[in-house]
């Protein structure tokens, strides 16, 4: 069962940056989907990023692609996602999985404001 460990997260200003880390123990780490999901207080846990085996990137809309940068490090196997100019609606709990499996770990928190 593979298990993300997320980490990362923190306090942040509004305009800053923040870089997310999700370390995974599994054997074929290179052969997933692996996504990275929120969820804010009060709404239901959407997507924010996912990247496939071939490293393509799939955002679910242009404006999240536009400040979200998910990455993977196959050696390392780690899939980081990358925000740029945070803003208050970003503040959430943000969480990596392998897609498809339903295992998730304990998320981090992000928390943007001034």
């Known amino acids: 069962q593979v298990q993300p460990v997320e980490s990362g997260g923190g306090l942040v200003q509004p305009g800053k940056s923040l870089r997310l880390s999700c370390s995974v123990t599994?054997?074929?780490?290179?052969?997933?989907?692996w996504g990275w999901y929120r969820q804010a207080p009060g709404k239901r846990r959407e997507l924010v990023a996912e990247?496939?085996?071939?490293?393509?990137?799939?955002y679910p809309t242009k404006a999240i692609g536009d400040r979200f940068d998910i990455s993977r490090d196959t050696t390392k196997k780690t899939v980081n996602l990358q925000i740029t100019n945070l803003k208050a609606e970003d503040t959430a709990i943000y969480y990596c999985?392998?897609?498809?499996?339903?295992?998730w770990g304990q998320g981090t928190q992000v928390t943007v404001a001034s």
């Open positions: 990247i496939n085996k071939h490293g393509y990137r799939y």
């Open positions: 599994t054997n074929n780490f290179a052969d997933y989907t």
């Open positions: 999985t392998l897609v498809g499996s339903n295992n």
